[in-house]
């Protein structure tokens, strides 16, 4: 028999040539389109003025920390922890700037310093394999992901840091050197998004149990030593994060206890867990649908390769998705992570039930993902839509598994999976990335043409009618002489407190209502009156855009008098005596 070997290598010796070539293109694309995603993301958070929105909300309560009201005690937002994170970018600001003019560009640019640190870490952290960088398109995928189509930091940016958790496990993983000690990295880090978004403690169990998953074959006193360090990087957070609190609040840090607890406009029953739960139950259908292909692919081919299936379950959630949000079964606005999460879970439900060996460190990659996904579920209105925030980990330990799957595949196979993936990675960096150019929650970008010259959205861009709106709130505000105590902005109107600077006279910048009866029970409780009522037009059509009827306040008729109106406020202040 004539001897094939030499042959046979001289055949995979010319092929392997274009097997780099190949893969250098890519990762050269993956890189490149990193680069433009930055300078997408810089365009970007100059765009959108939200008059109404979640973005002042997180700002105006560490404001008034800035002010001397006590969390917990003067302001009972349940939120409050994420505003201590975010006071000490307030108290510089006003230090250096002495108002608040530009605070939420300034703010937003704070996003792009945590979201481009993360995707540079993920683009070098998740290219594990030499020979396929299809890791490297996470990178550009998290700066133009975008959940909810907003590019601030909000209350919401602790997905930020369970992402970045979640890498720096991984990369440990991958070095597989005996530092135990470097797992208190991740652990600070989910320290602080649980301190971002109290709901989110639930990642804790998940994150150990993924760790001891992870080491199990390891020795069992290294293991210990790893869950270790990354619960004292934990408690180490937590601890200096009461110490805070203890500082702010002082001795009386409880007293409020039982009315902080007491719910608002969230409601933690199981009746409105499932109804949220089933808002979301057309995005479950087509994960079903994705990974049932998959399965079905798997069992008609002796050998299934991982990349090309992975690279056709992006593509069709990309589709399933897609046609969702045109028959209006799904909102634009969760657009970007419902297709990365249809894409990620089908991938590893897929490759999970033909039981195949997850790559090393697949476990760690994904439990801030599964584990926050719970108390994001739970502490927020978005319920599946914002559990699913951290798909981007889903999806890139899809990828990783794929990856894996065809490590024994030849170079002609590997190099055609590998511009597949490659392929459908960059369509999804576009579709998401087209989602943050075309629009944000407030409209259109491309109408959003007239930037903001004063107050809180100084420099920020948005359509006419808002940037003019803006300009005459400022105005209008700051003409009034001072407030003779606290002010209480009425619809859910926390962006007021950052133009003006007053005290707030309210449990919450944001949750206030004024038909609510929480408010007189706050005045009850802390005996902080208001001194000054200021009625908005609520902008998403609470109250059909007019002025509120009715003010749930003892004596408002009596005690108050109109000392300002035009067609977007009306100013009562308390009379004297």
């Known amino acids: 028999m004539a001897d094939t070997s030499t042959g046979e290598h001289n055949m995979r010796s010319e092929r392997q040539p274009n097997c780099v070539v190949s893969a250098s293109l890519l990762t050269s694309a993956a890189w490149w389109a990193l680069a433009l995603a930055v300078l997408f993301l810089v365009w970007r958070i100059r765009i959108g003025v939200g008059t109404w929105g979640d973005e002042p909300y997180a700002l105006s309560t560490a404001l008034r920390y800035s002010l001397g009201d006590r969390p917990l005690v003067d302001s009972w937002d349940t939120n409050f922890s994420s505003a201590v994170l975010a006071l000490p970018f307030v108290r510089a600001l006003l230090a250096i700037r002495g108002s608040t003019d530009g605070i939420l560009l300034a703010y937003r640019a704070v996003y792009v310093v945590m979201i481009v640190s993360a995707a540079v870490l993920s683009a070098r952290y998740l290219a594990a394999v030499p020979e396929n960088r299809a890791g490297l398109w996470i990178g550009p995928l998290l700066i133009v992901y975008m959940p909810f189509v907003g590019p601030g930091v909000g209350y919401g940016g602790d997905w930020i840091l369970h992402i970045l958790s979640g890498l720096i496990a991984y990369r440990l993983m991958q070095q597989g050197r005996d530092r135990s000690w470097l797992y208190i990295l991740p652990g600070l880090l989910s320290g602080m998004a649980i301190i ?51 500082l702010l609040a002082g001795p009386s840090v409880l007293s409020m206890l039982q009315h902080v607890v007491e719910p608002d406009d969230h409601s933690f029953g199981l009746g409105s867990q499932a109804e949220r739960a089933w808002s979301a139950r057309w995005l479950i259908v087509c994960v079903a649908l994705v990974t049932a292909t998959l399965r079905i692919l798997a069992v008609r081919r002796n050998r299934p390769r991982g990349q090309s299936r992975a690279a056709l379950a992006i593509l069709m959630s990309l589709a399933g998705t897609g046609a969702l949000a045109v028959v209006d079964r799904l909102s634009v606005n969760v657009l970007p992570q419902s297709m990365v999460f249809a894409a990620g879970a089908s991938m590893l439900t897929a490759f999970a039930l033909e039981r195949h060996e997850p790559p090393k460190g697949t476990a760690v990659l994904i439990a801030p993902a599964i584990g926050a996904a719970l108390g994001w579920f739970a502490g927020s ?90 300009s005459e709130l400022v105005a209008a505000l700051r003409s009034l002489p001072p407030a003779k105590g606290r002010v209480v902005f009425l619809e859910r109107f926390a962006l007021g407190y950052l133009i003006t600077l007053d005290m707030p006279g309210t449990y919450s910048t944001w949750a206030t209502s004024a038909s609510s009866d929480r408010l007189q029970q706050y005045i009850d409780a802390t005996g902080n009156r208001p001194a000054r009522i200021v009625l908005t037009r609520y902008a998403l059509d609470m109250n059909d855009g007019e002025f509120p009827e009715t003010v749930n306040i003892e004596g408002f008729a009596e005690d108050y008098s109109l000392v300002y109106a035009d067609q977007n406020l009306r100013v009562f202040d308390l009379r004297t005596p």
């Open 381 to 470: 209105n978005g319920g599946i839509f914002t559990a699913i925030i951290g798909a981007p980990l889903l999806l890139a330990a899809g990828v990783l598994w794929a990856i894996d799957i065809d490590r024994d595949l030849t170079d002609e196979v590997r190099n055609l999976d590998r511009s597949l993936i490659a392929l459908a990675l960059g369509v999804l960096v576009l579709a998401t990335g087209a989602i943050g150019i075309l629009r944000t929650p407030e409209g259109m970008t491309l109408s959003m043409r007239t930037a903001v010259s004063e107050g809180p959205f100084a420099g920020i861009r948005g359509t006419e009618d808002e940037a003019r709106l803006q």
């Open 196 to 246: 971002g978004n109290p709901p989110t403690v639930t990642v804790i169990p998940f994150f150990v149990l993924c760790l001891w998953l992870a080491q199990r074959d390891s020795r069992h006193r290294h293991s210990a030593q790893i869950i270790a360090r990354y619960l004292a990087g934990v408690l180490a957070v937590g601890i200096a994060f009461l110490l805070v609190l203890l």
